[in-house]
């Protein structure tokens, strides 16, 4: 198969697993489901993902793109710019990528390493956030916040109410927006 049409077919079965995921849920990805969802055929999507591990590696790498694009859609001249793309990355986040991010780290479970890539981000996160201030155990308090915020999300927490977590949610902004 030539690249381009890897690539195409890789964004083609990405999409049919995210759609499967949309209108089924994240348990309900399959090779199988993803490969007619898809229209290719098993050995074709086979050939892209070997594995349904593989299969959520490229999940993983595709919302790792849309992470590091919204953290680009941060302005330039914002203090703590990367900082605020954390936080506005985990409220923009939809529930299809909630259950696909809690997919993969049910695999993760039993396969660690399927995570490399995003402590490797994360740990190029931190760096350009540390580097970003000149406070930084206030900058890891809001980093730290920031994950709290994610995982009370992905596992469907209590979170105080609508009214306290949008006052919350105003606290951690003003307290990136404060760092120095």
């Not at 997919?103 to 390493?113: E, F």
């Not at 994610?150 to 949610?169: H, M, S, W």
């Amino acid at each position: 198969m030539p690249p381009s049409e890897c690539r195409n077919a890789s964004r083609r079965i990405l999409s049919a697993a995210r759609a499967i995921a949309t209108r089924e849920g994240a348990g309900r990805i399959t090779i199988e489901a993803v490969a007619k969802e898809a229209g290719l055929s098993k050995g074709g999507l086979l050939y892209n993902y070997p594995t349904k591990k593989a299969l959520l590696s490229g999940l993983l790498a595709q919302m790792l793109a849309e992470h590091r694009e919204l953290l680009e859609s941060v302005p330039e001249r914002h203090p703590a710019r990367t900082l605020r793309g954390h936080l506005e990355t985990v409220l923009q986040s939809q529930e299809v990528d909630d259950d696909l991010s809690m997919a993969i780290l049910a695999t993760a479970a039993s396969d660690p390493q399927l995570l490399d890539p995003l402590r490797a981000e994360l740990t190029d996160d931190l760096g350009r956030i540390l580097s970003d201030t000149q406070d930084a155990p206030g900058a890891m308090v809001a980093f730290w916040a920031i994950q709290g915020l994610r995982f009370q999300k992905l596992l469907k927490l209590p979170d105080g109410g609508a009214d306290t977590r949008e006052r919350v949610i105003e606290r951690l902004r003003a307290l990136i927006d404060d760092l120095k």
